[in-house]
């Protein structure tokens, strides 16, 4: 489709910042905050058309784990089109000229949260892992858990912010905790309060943040934002600690990104049936640059192999690359030679592999990841050391 030469793509100015941002309420139907709150740490752009902004939106070049490893990314946000604009592919052209100020300072890969999956798939992103909010009755969690002998306290420490990058690692998506996160969150959430939890004489091994939002029936309900624990242990007493609510909030709320994908909370409740899951729209992941995300990436370091790869482009022709994973390094180079046996993958399903979306070979397949069974299976066991989590909503 040939470019529109009466829509130009500019870095907001002041002026162009408040258009935007009055066109981003006039588009969502509310006023967006994170506009003004994350104006002095995003880059935004805005397409014009005869002088007046027509579309929008953020860019925060924030490093994520995968691999244990912190790999420059791209994460956008608070993206908009002027209802009266929508239906002309506008939204291509911006997400591709807000990506390129951030692919000049470093970014290789693209994050956002997205509403608009069937569109992120045609313009080459994936959803690696599905996200699902858990509520739950405080009354249930003070009848299932009951560890004692943590210390709680208010407030974080650098401690804690230590831990939770530690902890962060160990996932593949997380961010790299920048250090205007925390008080961007407190201002977001002007209730939010901070609990570690420490066994007596020794550091930290839990971290939890909570706020309150309006419930519908009930009026008030618990919200956690944050929960990470190092042990079993803690996150026990983390949920008991959220039980000890059951006199005055009936009802604790896991956001989307609240609960880390393990199954402590359901495998140790009285009764299951008395939790809800709401599936959410999941965050997805684009590729930009394929060999220096394989480079930048953390990689088993007991690892030898080498596999051919096939990676189908968006709208291209077929690449053809070497994988070579050794000694916890990683190199994506361009195939020298023809060879014979390959497997074959779009850049979408590079994009869940490389997240660690695919579990086990069979799921693998079933997406349509094609080449030998035994290919498939060195392949999947690459990057299933760690799960796809992305605890940072935005």
């Given at each position: 489709?040939?470019?529109?030469?009466?829509?130009?793509?500019?870095?907001?100015?002041?002026?162009?910042?408040?258009?935007?941002?009055?066109?981003?309420?006039?588009?969502?139907?509310?006023?967006?905050?994170?506009?003004?709150?994350?104006?002095?740490?995003?880059?935004?752009?805005?397409?014009?058309?005869?002088?007046?902004?027509?579309?929008?939106?953020?860019?925060?070049?924030?490093?994520?784990?995968?691999?244990?490893?912190?790999?420059?990314?791209?994460?956008?946000?608070?993206?908009?089109?002027?209802?009266?604009?929508?239906?002309?592919?506008?939204?291509?052209?911006?997400?591709?000229?807000?990506?390129?100020?951030?692919?000049?300072?470093?970014?290789?890969?693209?994050?956002?949260?997205?509403?608009?999956?069937?569109?992120?798939?045609?313009?080459?992103?994936?959803?690696?892992?599905?996200?699902?909010?858990?509520?739950?009755?405080?009354?249930?969690?003070?009848?299932?858990?009951?560890?004692?002998?943590?210390?709680?306290?208010?407030?974080?420490?650098?401690?804690?912010?230590?831990?939770?990058?530690?902890?962060?690692?160990?996932?593949?998506?997380?961010?790299?905790?920048?250090?205007?996160?925390?008080?961007?969150?407190?201002?977001?959430?002007?209730?939010?309060?901070?609990?570690?939890?420490?066994?007596?004489?020794?550091?930290?091994?839990?971290?939890?943040?909570?706020?309150?939002?309006?419930?519908?029936?009930?009026?008030?309900?618990?919200?956690?934002?944050?929960?990470?624990?190092?042990?079993?242990?803690?996150?026990?007493?983390?949920?008991?600690?959220?039980?000890?609510?059951?006199?005055?909030?009936?009802?604790?709320?896991?956001?989307?990104?609240?609960?880390?994908?393990?199954?402590?909370?359901?495998?140790?409740?009285?009764?299951?049936?008395?939790?809800?899951?709401?599936?959410?729209?999941?965050?997805?992941?684009?590729?930009?640059?394929?060999?220096?995300?394989?480079?930048?990436?953390?990689?088993?370091?007991?690892?030898?192999?080498?596999?051919?790869?096939?990676?189908?482009?968006?709208?291209?022709?077929?690449?053809?690359?070497?994988?070579?994973?050794?000694?916890g390094t990683g190199e994506l180079a361009p195939a020298t030679r023809e060879r014979e046996g390959h497997l074959t993958l779009t850049r979408r399903q590079f994009a869940v592999w490389y997240a660690g979306g695919y579990r086990t070979p069979a799921a693998a397949r079933l997406a349509g990841v094609r080449g030998d069974p035994q290919d498939v299976t060195r392949l999947v066991r690459v990057t299933c050391d760690r799960e796809p989590w992305l605890p940072e909503y935005f």
């Open positions: 489709m040939p470019e529109d030469a009466s829509l130009s793509v500019v870095e907001a100015d002041d002026a162009r910042w408040n258009e935007y941002n009055c066109l981003a309420t006039r588009s969502y139907g509310h006023p967006v905050a994170d506009i003004v709150r994350l104006r002095r740490h995003a880059d935004a752009r805005v397409a014009l058309r005869g002088g007046r902004v027509v579309a929008g939106g953020l860019g925060v070049l924030v490093p994520q784990f995968f691999g244990g490893q912190p790999v420059p990314s791209a994460s956008l946000a608070c993206g908009c089109v002027a209802p009266e604009e929508r239906g002309h592919h506008l939204w291509v052209r911006m997400v591709a000229e807000r990506l390129r100020p951030l692919q000049e300072q470093g970014a290789v890969l693209a994050t956002a949260w997205s509403t608009s999956t069937g569109y992120g798939h045609r313009m080459g992103w994936a959803a690696p892992v599905q996200v699902f909010s858990w509520t739950v009755p405080t009354d249930e969690l003070k009848r299932s858990f009951d560890e004692t002998g943590f210390e709680i306290t208010c407030g974080t420490t650098r401690q804690t912010h230590a831990m939770q990058r530690e902890l962060a690692a160990l996932w593949n998506g997380p961010w790299l905790r920048p250090h205007w996160w925390e008080s961007w969150q407190q201002e977001e959430h002007p209730d939010l309060a901070s609990y570690r939890f420490s066994l007596p004489g020794e550091e930290a091994q839990g971290l939890l943040s909570l706020a309150f939002d309006p419930h519908p029936a009930e009026g008030r309900q618990l919200v956690v934002h944050d929960f990470w624990a190092a042990t079993d242990r803690a996150a026990a007493a983390m949920f008991a600690f959220l039980g000890r609510y059951n006199s005055r909030i009936p009802m604790v709320a896991f956001q989307r990104t609240g609960l880390p994908p393990v199954p402590t909370l359901l495998h140790n409740l009285h009764r299951v049936g008395s939790v809800t899951a709401r599936a959410w729209h999941p965050w997805m992941l684009r590729i930009l640059d394929l060999p220096q995300a394989v480079r930048l990436r953390g990689w088993p370091e007991d690892l030898d192999i080498t596999l051919p790869l096939d990676v189908a482009e968006t709208g291209e022709s077929t690449l053809q690359y070497v994988l070579r994973i050794t000694a």
